[in-house]
């Protein structure tokens, strides 16, 4: 498909495990971004890629969470130790830059996003 | 305080109504607004996007932004079913980091 693919859909853990998070981007969009939703809230910012490197992590709640990107394509979120406060749908967007400057639409192609569940 | 607010509803409007939300902000550098529309289980999409001050219509949709007061709004007429979702204001003073609301949930009933 065209869309954002993101894997896996559902991942029921427990509490301490290492768990992984992939999302297939549009092809040759250059921004990736991930955000974290909870239940009756908005997303909220976790970290924000330009090609390969992160642009900007402020949004990481810690060092238990990180994500790369490492052919400018595909990214993995990783958690370590997860949490039971780490449970929430997790989504990923891609958005194409354009002009020289690296202006942006203002649109986020989001995925269907990944529901943990940390018991 | 959070720097985009915004009333989480429900609001349930009977088919055919003008629906009407809104969204507050607190920096003064976000300069770029948008509304995204997220249905159960779905990722958000694209609505409206602008930059300025002023109205924008597109269809039965009309996004008003007031950089004055920080204040930006969508307004949905002739409400249909399908209607039904949750908005979400979306505020970014870059193309970096976009900053959602908290989503306002909406119900037209038939």
């Known amino acids: 498909g065209a869309g954002v693919s993101q894997t896996p859909s559902n991942k029921v853990t427990e509490k301490g495990k290492y768990v992984e998070l992939r999302c297939d981007p549009i092809?040759?969009?250059?921004?990736l971004y991930w955000y974290r939703q909870s239940l009756g809230q908005g997303p909220e910012f976790l970290i924000y890629f330009q090609g390969t490197g992160a642009a900007d992590d402020s949004g990481l709640p810690n060092d238990r969470f990180f994500a790369v990107r490492p052919e400018g394509s595909v990214s993995t979120l990783k958690i370590q130790r997860t949490e039971r406060g780490d449970s929430a749908v997790y989504l990923c967007?891609?958005?194409?830059?354009?002009?020289?400057?690296?202006?942006?639409?203002?649109?986020?192609?989001f995925g269907e996003g990944s529901r943990l569940t940390v018991l | 305080q959070k720097e985009v607010e915004q009333d989480p509803g429900p609001l349930s409007v009977p088919e055919g109504a003008i629906v009407s939300l809104n969204c507050t902000y607190s920096?003064?550098?976000?300069?770029?607004f948008m509304w995204y529309r997220q249905y159960s289980r779905k990722g958000p999409e694209l609505l409206m996007y602008t930059y300025s001050s002023g109205n924008k219509e597109d269809g039965r949709f009309t996004a008003q932004v007031d950089k004055s007061s920080k204040y930006i709004s969508l307004f949905i007429r002739d409400s249909q079913p399908s209607d039904s979702a949750t908005y979400l204001c979306?505020?970014?003073?870059?193309?970096?980091?976009?900053?959602f609301g908290a989503g306002t949930q909406v119900v037209v009933t038939p």
């Open positions: 920096n003064s550098a976000f300069q770029y």
């Open positions: 979306a505020i970014t003073d870059s193309w970096g980091k976009f900053q």
């Open positions: 967007a891609s958005s194409p830059l354009i002009g020289d400057r690296g202006r942006g639409t203002g649109e986020l192609f």
């Open positions: 092809s040759g969009h250059t921004a």
